[in-house]
């Protein structure tokens, strides 16, 4: 079932984003795809830090259009209202349209009409990012990096099995698995030793650490993680 997202540009728009990517990396899927392509051209700008999980997204997305492209054809999205608007018109209402009859006009202050003429600014917005789109499928080189990630789990009853498949099963762009081994570390506990290569414009080991190894579902079998070693390709 599609995905529905209205006024976009709005407080309330940016609140219901970033509310919905808590749990989520991309708009539909585990991969970037067309869905995230639709509502990214249809922010005016990036989110601000205090929509935390929507500005992590709007700047994969836009790396991800800035080097590798998105090919994923996603579930489909529609986004209804998103007219940009600036933080003025958010704190007030704009000025009544003339053509808006009298009834409108008496209409309460939050009866705000989010559908008027494009500013100069909200039309190169949106040319800066259709050439973003269009330069999406153009390749640039980025840097690598071979990273040997320690998993250690909560104690000698943890099932070590289940602990690596936890951890294989987080799949982000950019991120790929190599080779794994456990290795004692003492009283019967042993911890997992396995090998990723990232993008590096595309992946923080930090944020792979924080935001999903270390958080629900996964943390029932992973108590901790360390790098162990980090080296560019």
Not at 181 to 192: D, E, M, T
Not at 221 to 232: L, R
């Given at each position: 079932?599609?995905?529905?997202?209205?006024n976009?540009?709005?407080?309330?728009?940016?609140?219901?984003?970033?509310?919905?990517?808590?749990?989520?990396?991309?708009?539909?899927?585990y991969?970037?795809?067309?869905?995230?392509?639709?509502?990214?051209?249809?922010?005016?700008?990036?989110?601000?830090?205090?929509?935390?999980?929507?500005?992590?997204?709007?700047?994969?997305?836009?790396?991800?259009l800035?080097?590798?492209?998105?090919?994923?054809?996603?579930?489909?999205?529609?986004?209804?209202?998103?007219?940009?608007i600036?933080?003025?018109?958010?704190?007030?209402?704009p000025?009544?349209?003339?053509?808006?009859?009298?009834?409108?006009?008496?209409?309460?202050?939050?009866?705000?009409?989010?559908f008027?003429?494009?500013?100069?600014?909200?039309?190169?917005?949106?040319?800066?990012?259709?050439a973003?789109?269009?330069?999406?499928?153009?390749?640039?080189?980025?840097?690598?990096?071979?990273?040997?990630?320690d998993?250690?789990?909560?104690?000698?009853?943890?099932?070590?099995?289940?602990?690596?498949?936890?951890?294989?099963?987080?799949?982000?762009?950019?991120l790929?698995?190599?080779?794994?081994?456990?290795?004692?570390?003492?009283?019967?506990?042993?911890k997992?030793?396995i090998?990723?290569?990232?993008?590096?414009?595309?992946?923080?080991?930090?944020?792979?650490?924080?935001?999903?190894?270390?958080?629900?579902?996964?943390?029932?079998?992973v108590?901790s993680?360390?790098?162990?070693?980090?080296?560019?390709?």
């Amino acid at each position: 079932m599609a995905v529905a997202f209205h006024n976009l540009n709005s407080v309330s728009g940016f609140k219901k984003l970033d509310e919905y990517l808590l749990t989520r990396s991309y708009i539909s899927g585990y991969q970037a795809s067309k869905d995230d392509i639709t509502v990214y051209s249809s922010l005016a700008k990036a989110p601000s830090a205090e929509y935390v999980n929507a500005s992590r997204w709007y700047k994969h997305i836009d790396a991800l259009l800035r080097i590798s492209g998105v090919s994923g054809e996603g579930a489909g999205v529609t986004v209804e209202g998103s007219a940009p608007i600036t933080e003025e018109a958010v704190a007030s209402p704009p000025v009544t349209d003339t053509k808006a009859s009298a009834a409108e006009e008496e209409d309460d202050d939050d009866d705000v009409d989010l559908f008027g003429e494009e500013t100069e600014e909200e039309k190169k917005a949106a040319e800066e990012r259709a050439a973003a789109v269009k330069a999406s499928g153009k390749k640039k080189e980025s840097g690598k990096s071979s990273v040997l990630l320690d998993v250690k789990p909560w104690d000698d009853e943890t099932d070590m099995k289940k602990l690596e498949e936890a951890v294989r099963s987080v799949h982000l762009e950019g991120l790929t698995y190599g080779a794994s081994k456990l290795v004692p570390v003492g009283y019967g506990i042993k911890k997992l030793q396995i090998m990723l290569t990232i993008v590096d414009d595309l992946v923080s080991v930090d944020d792979l650490i924080e935001n999903y190894l270390t958080v629900e579902p996964i943390n029932e079998y992973v108590q901790s993680c360390d790098i162990a070693a980090f080296n560019k390709i």
